[in-house]
């Protein structure tokens, strides 16, 4: 019996499949198809090409990365500090469990809204700070992001490694004190 999962969904199921086995660095295009049982040359009935595929994949890597944080955020309950931190462990949770996804989402630049209409993790971000009541929530929504961000980066890197603290103890410093930061007001 054939699989009755639309030809698009299961390239792209085995696209993310591949980028986790390979890496983004070695990810294959024809492997992918063969995952699928296709010749390679079936893709482009669904993707324009590599790039599109790979689109495609950092298309669902951004609504799951939304859908966990607000899923963090419902959790976490309770004051606006305490779904700030969750927001910004789940972003980084996120990237270390799916780093190559996460690198997939934002390689050369790529950016953009979720074509589902679903609120991304930033969207979620700014309206946290707008309940702090920031005057300007979208500077101190970059502000944030760029931090947990620039965090996530350098927690799959190893970046944080000769300097004292253990990955996770950085992580959790590093978030305790850009909430603390962004939750002072005068």
């Known amino acids: 019996m054939a699989d009755p999962t639309p030809l698009r969904d299961?390239?792209?199921?085995?696209?993310?499949?591949?980028?986790?086995?390979?890496?983004?660095?070695?990810?294959?295009?024809?492997?992918?198809?063969?995952?699928?049982?296709?010749?390679?040359?079936?893709?482009?009935?669904?993707?324009?090409?590599k790039a599109s595929l790979l689109d495609g994949v950092a298309q669902l890597a951004f609504m799951e990365l939304a859908t966990r944080a607000d899923a963090a955020i419902a959790a976490a309950g309770g004051p606006t500090e305490h779904r700030l931190r969750a927001l910004a462990h789940a972003y980084v949770r996120f990237a270390l469990e799916h780093p190559e996804e996460f690198r997939v989402m934002f390689a050369g630049g790529r950016r953009g809204p979720l074509l589902t209409g679903q609120p991304s993790a930033f969207d979620r971000l700014a309206e946290l700070l707008v309940e702090l009541g920031h005057s300007d929530p979208l500077a101190e929504a970059l502000l944030c992001w760029s931090s947990v961000h620039g965090l996530a980066w350098l927690s799959l890197d190893g970046g944080f490694e000769g300097y004292g603290p253990s990955q996770s103890e950085a992580i959790d410093l590093v978030i305790d004190q850009l909430v603390a930061r962004v939750s002072f007001r005068l």
């Open 10 to 49: 299961r390239l792209l199921q085995a696209a993310v499949a591949e980028l986790r086995e390979r890496g983004a660095d070695r990810f294959s295009l024809r492997a992918t198809a063969r995952r699928v049982g296709l010749d390679p040359a079936m893709v482009y009935r669904e993707f324009r090409d």
